[in-house]
């Protein structure tokens, strides 16, 4: 069983900026797609940004240019950074993934994303806090 567990979220200011990690446990395939979602405060919950194991990233409009998302592959961890943080990216941040071995692997695995992947597997998130 794979567990994922966030942490790095905190309080900062409007301009601040903080990274995330997302590190992975349990048996895990070296083909993956894995995502950042966020939930703020009486909001649903969106996706932020995507990346597979080819390297690939997509982000959300709202974060394009400030947010960064980036994977070491050997210590199996997944960051998010984010700079200029405005008071909307408040919210509990999660990551989510999944895995498959080499012969399950397609260029279109991970199609759709943080937008309609079916990630299996999910962190409990770690909670940001900008304010203005």
């Known amino acids: 069983q794979v567990q994922l567990v966030e942490s790095g979220g905190g309080s900062v200011q409007a301009g601040g900026s903080l990274t995330l990690s997302c590190a992975a446990s349990?048996?895990?395939?070296?083909?993956?797609?894995m995502a950042w979602f966020r939930q703020g405060p009486g909001k649903e919950r969106e996706g932020v940004a995507d990346?597979?194991?080819?390297?690939?990233?997509n982000y959300a409009d709202s974060v394009k240019g400030r947010f960064t998302i980036s994977a070491e592959n050997a210590k199996r961890i997944l960051y998010l950074q984010m700079n200029t943080l405005k008071p909307e990216d408040t919210g509990m941040y999660y990551c989510?993934?999944?895995?498959?071995?080499?012969?399950?692997?397609?260029?279109?695995?991970?199609?759709?994303?943080?937008?309609?992947?079916?990630?299996?597997?999910w962190g409990q998130g770690t909670q940001v806090t900008v304010s203005s």
């Open positions: 349990g048996y895990t395939y070296n083909r993956y797609c």
């Open positions: 989510a993934a999944s895995y498959t071995p080499a012969s399950g692997w397609t260029s279109t695995y991970c199609s759709g994303g943080y937008s309609t992947h079916p990630y299996s597997y």
């Open positions: 990346i597979d194991s080819l390297g690939r990233v």
